[in-house]
Every structure is written in C-alpha cells, then in structure tokens.
C-alpha cells in the first residue's frame, strides 16, 4: 500500500544535527499524525493536523516541530537530535468524515548517535 | 484523559490453543475501541473495530462497557497470527490513544 509514504527509511545522525523526516500521502485524507514507536511503549503522538492551517502537539512533542506544507505532505523536524529520539517513527492519515481508523506509512527507523 | 493499558507485554501461545490478548480503557464518555496489528517488516494495519462487529481473520474483539474492556479473541491461534498488537481507543477532540502493545508468539 503505498497510499502512505515516509522518507526517508532509514537514518542514521549525530547528536546536534537537524534532521527532517517527511511523510507525503495520497488518500485525499484531511488528518495527519506522527508517532513514535519505542519497545515497551508503544506508539506515542508527537504532533496531528486535522487541515493545512490547524496543527496540534501530542503527548510528546518536545524537541520536534512540524510542518504541513500542503493536505498531502506532513514534515517532523528535530532541530537538534539528542541520542533519546532514537525510535521508528510512523506517520498516519485519516479521514476525519468518515471515522478513526488510521492509515500508516512504512516508518523511518532513526538512530542518533 | 484517556488512557489504554494492555498488561501483557509478550503472549506466548502453542498453535492451535486459543488466544486472548487483554486491553482495558479509561474514558468518560462513549469511546470507540480499535485493533491493530502489526506483522514483521510490516506497516501497523487495522485489525477490527468494534462498532463494525465483525471477524477478521478469526479474531473477534468485544467492547464490554461495564468492565472498560476490549479484549482480542481467537478461538485457535495460527502461526501467522504471530505479530504485535495494539489496542487503541478514539475518544474525545477526535484523538486516539494506542496502547503499549502485546507481542504475539505462536510457537509451532
């Protein structure tokens, strides 16, 4: 399914660097959410957009900003990664007329070193 | 707040025994609960949700409202069943709260 698009896929980057994360999507869908996925805590919100012009933090948006440059792509920055966001971060859509359910991307698995 | 806890942080089962894979939710008002799952290699995908009622690949997932539960059920595990799980609950501004997830090994 390739309605949901992450890049990159994998990365790797030193402590201090600014990285993007980018997610573009194809269902026409209105909502957008980033998540991060560690081992024994499951996925976590960072930032959701529910349109272009309304963006919304999670759970743990610290230390990430994000940018919705159009519907169909959603942007997750860390302007100065720290070793503890080292994660597989997965980016989502939905549909906010028609119900929850929400479509994933392939992840980008981050490692910060 | 809304809150999801799945207890079981690994369930290990034989082929062919029955599954339960437990979630339990905190919300004050009307939720709606949700399955996913996530096979190896694999995008997490939606498995069922409860307002559709239905069976999906022999699973099965009641919402029981007066023990905020919402438990994953399959009457006889295969090994392609084996995958991580998440409950996740959609409640109030249209926000969704996943749970910590439960692994599933279905051991040959």
């Known amino acids: 399914d390739a309605d949901v698009t992450q890049t990159p896929r994998n990365r790797i980057t030193k402590t201090g660097k600014r ?22 805590l499951g996925l976590r919100l ?3 957009s529910f ?61 910060v070193t | 707040a809304q809150r999801v806890t799945q207890p079981e942080k690994l369930l290990s089962v034989f082929k062919g025994a029955p599954v339960e894979l437990k979630c339990n939710y905190s919300y004050s008002g009307s939720p709606e609960l949700f399955w996913y799952v996530q096979y190896s290699r694999q995008r997490l995908q939606l498995l069922l949700r409860h307002i559709s009622r239905e069976s999906i690949k022999g699973f099965t997932a009641d919402l029981n409202k007066g023990e905020t539960s919402f438990h994953l059920k399959k009457p006889f595990a295969q090994e392609e069943d084996s995958a991580m799980y998440y409950c996740a609950l959609a409640g109030g501004y249209q926000k969704v709260t996943f749970g910590t997830g439960t692994k599933l090994q279905v051991i040959p």
Request: proline share 3%; glycine share 10%; hydrophobic share 25%.
């Open chain 1, 51 to 111: 349109d272009v012009k309304d963006i919304n933090k999670g759970e743990i948006s610290d230390g990430y900003s994000v940018s919705r440059q159009a519907q169909a792509k959603f942007s997750l920055s860390l302007e100065s990664a720290i070793p503890n966001q080292t994660a597989l971060y997965f980016c989502a859509t939905s549909d906010g007329t028609s119900g929850y359910e929400q479509y994933f991307g392939p992840g980008t698995r981050l490692t």
């Open chain 1, 46 to 48: 960072i930032y959701y």
């Open chain 1, 19 to 40: 990285i993007m994360l980018e997610c573009s999507q194809t269902k026409g869908h209105d909502r957008m959410y980033w998540y991060r996925q560690d081992p024994g």
